[in-house]
């Protein structure tokens, strides 16, 4: 079975500053999903990024991106420019490639705090 | 354009009662899921279905039990519930269940049981 480590419970950066928050899983799959969630005090999950294990170009999104090292098995997120909106928990989930068949394994999450 | 609308947002529940905790998207998808989000935990798959009439059991079934009888709604049921069920609920859909599709989240359910 799959299993998602997130062995940072909190993280806290300075506003404009950048964050990476880390993230292993393992799995004896070749192909599969990452992907990390935002969750606002709001309590909405928000997919930040996803990443297809058969590409080797890490995503990007404005100002999030993995690094992404599959022999490694390590999946973080680095948040550039940090805002104050981006509080939140994060969560790396992964899914392997059987689709609706396959449930999405979430680590435990990880608490960012932005200092003003 | 509403997404995943999830009724009710808070719900406090006595030992042995049962309820039904309703999810409905507008965005005509196959695929819909529930999860349960516990303290320290990430979420868990309770059950899901691949189109109407079609479901499925997920990590942690027990205690629940969903059908699926239109495209737009996918309600869960509780039975009997039980002081473990205390745990905050989220639907989510896709198009069709593919690995990499995004998942659309409903705001949640905040489920306690005395």
């Known amino acids: 079975a799959q299993t998602v480590t997130q062995s940072q419970p909190e993280m806290s950066v300075q506003e404009a500053e950048t964050v990476t928050l880390s993230c292993t899983y393992d799995t004896s799959e070749s192909d599969y999903y990452l992907f990390w969630y935002k969750q606002p005090p709001s309590r909405q999950m928000i997919l930040v990024i996803r990443?297809?294990?058969?590409?080797?170009q890490n995503a990007t999104e404005n100002r999030f991106s993995v690094n992404f090292q599959k022999a490694a098995k390590s999946f973080s997120l680095k948040i550039s420019d940090s805002q104050l909106g981006d509080a939140a928990m994060y969560f790396c989930?992964?899914?392997?490639?059987?689709?609706?068949?396959?449930?999405?394994?979430f680590g435990k999450g990880i608490t960012l705090s932005v200092r003003p | 354009n509403a997404g995943v609308t999830q009724t009710p947002k808070f719900q406090v529940l006595k030992t042995g009662q049962s309820m039904t905790l309703q999810c409905a998207q507008d965005?005509?998808?196959?695929?819909m899921s529930w999860y349960r989000q516990d303290p320290g935990m990430g979420l868990r798959l309770i059950h899901y279905s691949v189109g109407a009439g079609i479901t499925d059991q997920g990590e942690v079934p027990n205690g629940y039990n969903v059908s699926r009888s239109t495209t737009e709604d996918f309600p869960l049921r509780l039975l009997s519930a039980a002081p473990s069920q205390t745990s905050v609920y989220f639907c989510?859909?896709?198009?069709?269940?593919?690995?990499?599709?995004?998942?659309?989240f409903g705001s949640g359910t905040q489920l306690s049981v005395l």
């Open positions: 990443q297809e294990a058969y590409k080797q």
């Open positions: 989930a992964y899914r392997s490639p059987t689709g609706a068949n396959s449930k999405l394994t």
């Open positions: 965005m005509n998808h196959e695929y």
């Open positions: 989510a859909s896709s198009y069709r269940g593919g690995a990499g599709e995004k998942l659309f």
